[in-house]
């Protein structure tokens, strides 16, 4: 007689994967939990899951669904995750957002995008996604489709830090192990129609790529997700890469030419992780790999680069990155006696100087002290018995860019430019030998 062979049952192994997760995210008691909650079979297997865990996990359940519009059963969707909510005793977040139909990147994008705002408004410690390893593999190969790179390929992570942070607790699961877990607990769940429409890419992967891969290569699935895993190792340690550069060539404003030391695909990987770091998304290769060329062939010249979302700008032998294509506005500052004003992304600090800088003296006895940007007839005299000559004058015999020149910090005493940077210190306001003084330095 054949022995009978022990199987694990779906839900054991649903709850064991969402329990890892948790516990390798450190979720603690009393945080709460908010499930992305479409109603579909994923998110609606970890919502369950996530209630018949919370009772030893000691945190608190919510829910969010978000009305997107675009199906004429999205109301009856929203009042059947209300629904489950009230069955499983868990708060129930609902949001409604207007997608824009013509957006230039598509239905799909502007929907995810529409959805996630309104689910960053939900008060809570984790944001948990209802994404498995099928998700994971079309993920990867939709990215690869479009030529993402190494971070692209990366795919998605079981935890995200943040605030509130993000889970994939089904993340490990295949989509069938799911599907057994709904079937074994007799739940019902929402089937959106056009999850069957190829028009959309992701369909189209899902309905005809993927089974035809999984025919030929049984394990397609988790080798693409393994790929994803070692893609996301690649990046952490290109971030990794690219912090040691940026420490070596300076820290937050860079010197131009120990980064131009580098080679064209390290000084890419940090500008790429620079504008990251700004919240930005990167541009494309090809922008980058011109954006070095030009770095390398002006040398020490000014530049000032336009690279979609973010500006790299180099003068002398300094390079930083600004958000946005216009010049930013600085807003003009009342000194009150503190050592370090902020100045755009950067800042103005006043440094503890006797004999030289600015005359201490003569910034406490004035009426009002202002750190702001030029002004029509602004001019200074840089030398005892020297005219007094004009910004534009001075500007252009520092070698200083018109594109630069609105950036420039300008300390205002009593009406009177006592201080530019990149230029220096007016004659009147110099400190006389033996006195107190502070020399005024811009740190990008």
Request: hydrophobic share 45%; with cysteine; glycine share 10%.
């Amino acid at each position: 007689m054949a022995a009978t062979r022990n199987r694990t049952p779906p839900e054991a192994v649903v709850e064991e994967a969402v329990a890892g997760v948790l516990a390798a995210a450190g979720v603690a008691p009393g945080e709460t939990v908010c499930v992305a909650l479409s109603g579909g079979v994923d998110s609606t297997v970890l919502l369950h899951s996530l209630a018949r865990l919370r009772g030893r996990g000691g945190f608190t359940l919510a829910a969010a669904h978000v009305h997107h519009g675009l199906s004429p059963h999205a109301d009856a969707w929203l009042e059947a995750c209300r629904t489950l909510c009230d069955a499983l005793g868990v708060v129930f977040h609902p949001f409604h957002v207007q997608v824009r139909r013509d957006d230039p990147a598509g239905l799909e994008a502007a929907a995810r995008a529409a959805r996630h705002a309104a689910l960053a408004r939900v008060p809570c410690d984790w944001l948990a996604f209802g994404h498995h390893q099928d998700d994971q593999a079309e993920t990867l190969l939709f990215r690869l489709l479009r030529g993402a790179g190494v971070r692209g390929a990366a795919g998605m992570r079981e935890i995200e830090a943040g605030t509130p942070g993000r889970l994939r607790p089904l993340l490990g699961l295949r989509r069938a192990q799911v599907l057994a877990y709904a079937r074994a607990q007799g739940l019902a769940w929402i089937e959106d129609e056009s999850n069957a429409d190829q028009r959309f890419a992701r369909n189209l992967l899902r309905h005809r790529v993927m089974p035809v891969l999984e025919g030929a290569f049984p394990a397609a699935v988790p080798v693409l997700a393994r790929a994803s895993a070692q893609f996301r190792e690649a990046d952490e340690l290109l971030g990794e890469l690219a912090q040691l550069d940026e420490t070596a060539c300076g820290g937050a404003t860079l010197e131009r030419q120990k980064l131009l030391r580098l080679s064209d695909e390290r000084v890419r990987n940090l500008l790429r992780w620079r504008i990251r770091a700004m919240g930005l998304e990167a541009p494309a290769r090809a922008r980058l790999v011109e954006a070095v060329r030009q770095l390398r062939v002006v040398s020490g010249e000014p530049l000032r680069l336009s690279l979609g979302g973010v500006v790299c700008c180099a003068y002398r032998d300094r390079l930083w990155l600004e958000a946005g294509d216009e010049i930013p506005v600085r807003q003009a500052t009342v000194w009150q006696g503190e050592m370090e004003l902020s100045w755009g992304t950067g800042k103005v600090v006043l440094v503890e100087a006797v004999g030289e800088g600015l005359s201490r003296a003569a910034l406490e006895r004035a009426q009002e002290v202002m750190l702001g940007s030029r002004w029509a007839g602004l001019a200074l005299r840089e030398g005892t018995g020297r005219p007094r000559r004009s910004f534009k004058n001075l500007c252009q015999e520092a070698g200083i860019p018109a594109w630069l020149r609105g950036t420039l910090p300008v300390l205002r005493v009593d009406g009177v430019a006592a201080w530019v940077g990149e230029i220096g210190i007016a004659a009147e306001f110099r400190c006389a030998p033996g006195e107190p003084g502070v020399v005024p330095e811009w740190l990008r």
